[in-house]
């Protein structure tokens, strides 16, 4: 599709379909399982929980808002725009992480995904596929009796809602890790880098540094059909949708309304995720 990046390219310089990185697992060091740290307010007003992982999840209230883009704007698969009802949930206030990512490969004897050399740790966990991320999330609930999963495309934009994450200003290189603003990152960054680019939950990240896996299954139409309550994308398909554009991307991608997709199996190096959790 036009409107989409195209994530198969043969830039293979740029974009990666590397296997797992054979780092022979180390015994896995258990990590004390904790509760939730009590509820803390963030500067935007919404409650936040801390898990074992540092894993931090914001509270996202129940309401409607307009998914989408105006006919004159966006792109056809944005269209019509639309308003839905978001039961509450709760959404990672960053993406996974290497760090958080290669405990749970290491306790589950995985192998651990590539980094392309650009460094672990804080980065946002890349070249890992929609079944990898689903795996994450299981194994995140195994250990914290909470259902956490990927979130869905509704979700996820009401999330991010402005025209940017930040707001409707141009992006800037105090706001966004992406292609082309000097951002002193030419892959990606660790995240929260750009805490002037927090969304107005206070998320940091929804725009760029790395596409972030959906759990929705993609359709160009499916707007036209969508529920007006807590939408939950089409029963089938080949793609799953991802959304926020990367380190790789211009402004047309990184805007909150654009949607695309890629095949689930693939391991790319534009690719990370972030969990939501079901309100207990």
């Known amino acids: 599709m036009s409107t989409q990046p195209q994530f198969e390219t043969t830039a293979a310089n740029e974009i990666s379909q590397a296997a797992p990185t054979r780092i022979p697992a180390e015994k896995p060091q258990e990590e004390p399982i904790q509760a939730a740290s009590p509820n803390a307010l963030n500067k935007k007003g919404f409650a936040e929980k801390v898990f074992f992982n540092h894993t931090i999840m914001v509270h996202i209230p129940a309401g409607d808002f307009t998914i989408g883009s105006p006919g004159t704007e966006g792109n056809k698969d944005e269209h019509p725009a639309h308003k839905v009802f978001i039961k509450d949930f709760w959404l990672g206030k960053y993406e996974v992480t290497f760090e958080q990512f290669d405990f749970f490969c290491r306790e589950t004897r995985r192998s651990l995904p590539f980094d392309e050399g650009w460094g672990r740790g804080k980065r946002p966990v890349i070249n890992v ?4 991320a689903q795996a994450y999330c ?54 929260g880098s750009f805490p002037q680019g927090e969304s107005p939950y206070g998320i940091m990240d929804m725009a760029g540094n790395v596409w972030e896996w959906i759990a929705d299954w993609y359709d160009a139409q499916y707007y036209k059909v969508s529920p007006g309550l807590t939408p939950r994308g089409p029963a089938s398909g080949s793609k799953r949708v991802v959304r926020g554009g990367s380190w790789k991307n211009g402004p047309q991608f990184i805007r909150s309304a654009n949607r695309s997709s890629e095949r689930p199996a693939l391991r790319l190096n534009i690719i990370g995720f972030r969990v939501a959790m079901d309100q207990r």
Not at 129 to 132: A, E, K, N
Not at 150 to 162: D, H, S, V
């Open 138 to 191: 299981q194994w995140l609930t195994k250990k914290t009796g909470n259902n956490f999963r990927l979130p869905n495309e509704a979700e996820w934009e009401k999330a991010a809602r402005e025209k940017y994450s930040w707001g409707n200003s141009a992006p800037t290189a105090n706001k966004v890790n992406m292609n082309g603003r000097g951002d002193g990152f030419p892959f990606t960054a660790p995240v």
């Open 129 to 132: 596929t929609w079944g990898d």
